[in-house]
């Protein structure tokens, strides 16, 4: 049974077609809008694992009684600590061994997802946690091409990302 009159062409889209041109769409939308600011994503993932891996260190430097120090690059970083031996004074504390905290999955030695990442400390000093929780704030700026993160850490300890 014919639906139009005769002669009359019938134009235009089902509502099927006009379905799928949308899933299309939609889907294009979404992976644009995922590749959009990935650098600094993973930039801002990095900094957040950077936050916890010092706030570990802070810990285990308290309880421990040894300072362990950061050791940043622009491929990653990693922390060390002096190692201790049994009944050994404080004198040959400088010749003992180093632990790299290889075995530590917190504190081992990682590289930066973002890539190379350019590193600004401010101040510019070594940077060591030890038995004190209270210290001076820093700010790390991270940058990655055109990606830039900045951790803080305030004089009580705590830390932040923008």
């Given at each position: 049974m014919p639906t139009s009159?005769?002669?009359n062409s019938e134009r235009g889209f089902t509502l099927?077609?006009?379905l799928v041109v949308l899933v299309i769409v939609g889907i294009?939308?979404?992976m644009v809008s995922l590749s959009v600011g990935r650098g600094e994503n993973r930039l801002r993932a990095d900094?957040?694992?950077l936050a916890d891996a010092f706030t570990v260190a802070q810990s285990e430097a308290r309880s421990d009684g040894r300072p362990i120090r950061w050791l940043p690059s622009g491929q990653g970083w990693s922390f060390e600590r002096r190692g201790r031996?049994?009944?050994l004074g404080a004198e040959e504390d400088e010749a003992l061994p180093?632990?790299?905290m290889e075995r530590d999955g917190v504190l081992r030695p990682q590289a930066w997802s973002a890539g190379p990442v350019d590193l600004r400390l401010d101040p510019d000093r070594p940077l060591v946690f030890n038995t004190e929780w209270v210290a001076a704030p820093i700010t790390l700026t991270l940058l990655a091409g055109d990606a830039r993160v900045i951790l803080q850490r305030d004089a009580?300890?705590?830390y932040g990302i923008r």
């Open positions: 009159a005769p002669g099927v077609e006009v294009a939308a979404c900094a957040q694992r031996l049994p009944d180093v632990d790299t009580a300890g705590r």
